[in-house]
Each structure stands twice: as C-alpha cells, then as structure tokens.
C-alpha cells in the first residue's frame, strides 16, 4: 500500500429498493457494472479475484445477525451497501456510482456531498475486485466489495 494518507473512510451508505424476484449477484455482474462504470471515464477494466472475495464474503457473514453498516478496516479499499428486499449487485454498484454527480474532477474533491463510493469504483491503479451479498436475519441485504489496489489517496486523482 502506497505511504499516501487514505481520504476520510468510505461513508457506510443504506438505501431502500423495492424487491426483485430475478436477482442477479454472480461476480461477472459485479465486474461487468464495475467496468461499465470504469470504461465511461477512460479507466481500465478490473478482474475478479478469488481472494478479495473469500475476505468479502466472510465479513458479510459476520453482519449477518444485525447487518449493521460498520467498515472491515481491513487492508484493502471497501464499499458497503445495505437494502431491503433483493437488492441485486448490480444496483448496489449503480447506487455507488450516483456519487459522480458530486465528484469535481478539475479541484479533484467532492462537491456537496460524499463521493469516495464511486471514486473507489472508477479507481485507476485498482486492478480486482472481490464481492459478497447476504441476506441478513432481519431480511435486510448486506453488500460489500473489496478492492484491490484500493483508492482514495489524498492529492491523487482516480483517473
């Protein structure tokens, strides 16, 4: 990890959606939404890594009986979500990504309100991403993604 201070840490964000019957939560759709997003600001694609997502998968196992929105603090850059219903990996890596409205890319910072979820996305020395779901006890959605190299450093741009 570089020597660079980390920007404050990613905001723990929930959000309510209605239930889908179809859901969609295999690691291409992770990755696919994830290079989506990447590829419209010029950045390069990320790859699933088996790794990331056994450390994902195992803290969304731990927030099971609560689902309580609180960080891993472990080593690599993070995103959670928290709905209601079946929320879909795909729209938890689209809610990130309704950051970019407030993400300057001239002064480099966020305008108005929080948006290190979609610069962690777009990230451009990030390489893999490793993602897990879970239903929690209190029919609530737990979502979380790993990444690796992970984002956010003080002075530096995503992209």
């Known amino acids: ?10 905001c723990l964000v929930g959000f309510l959606l209605a239930p889908i019957s179809n ?18 600001v010029g950045v390069g694609p990320v790859s699933w890594d088996n790794n990331l997502a056994a450390y994902a998968q195992n803290y ?3 927030k099971i009986e609560t689902c309580k929105m609180e960080h891993s603090n472990g080593p690599y850059g ?9 929320m879909t990996a795909v729209e938890a890596v689209k809610f990130w990504a309704t950051e970019k409205k407030f993400y300057n890319h001239h ?9 290190g979820h979609y ?9 893999n991403i490793g ?15 790993s ?10 741009y995503p992209y």
């Not at 610069?119 to 390489?127: A, L």
């Open 119 to 127: 610069t962690q996305i777009v990230w451009r020395d990030t390489k």
């Open 1 to 10: 990890m570089a020597s660079h201070t980390i920007l404050s840490t990613i």
């Open 23 to 40: 859901a969609q939560n295999s690691p291409e759709d992770f990755v696919d939404t994830h290079n989506d997003i990447r590829a419209a």
């Open 78 to 86: 993070e995103n959670l979500a928290e709905g209601y219903g079946e």
């Open 131 to 145: 993602c897990a779901r879970v239903k929690c006890e209190n029919n609530w959605v737990f979502v979380i993604c």
């Open 60 to 62: 969304a196992y731990s």
């Open 147 to 156: 990444y690796y190299p992970p984002g956010n450093y003080v002075g530096q």
């Open 107 to 115: 002064l480099n910072r966020c305008v108005g309100d929080e948006c």
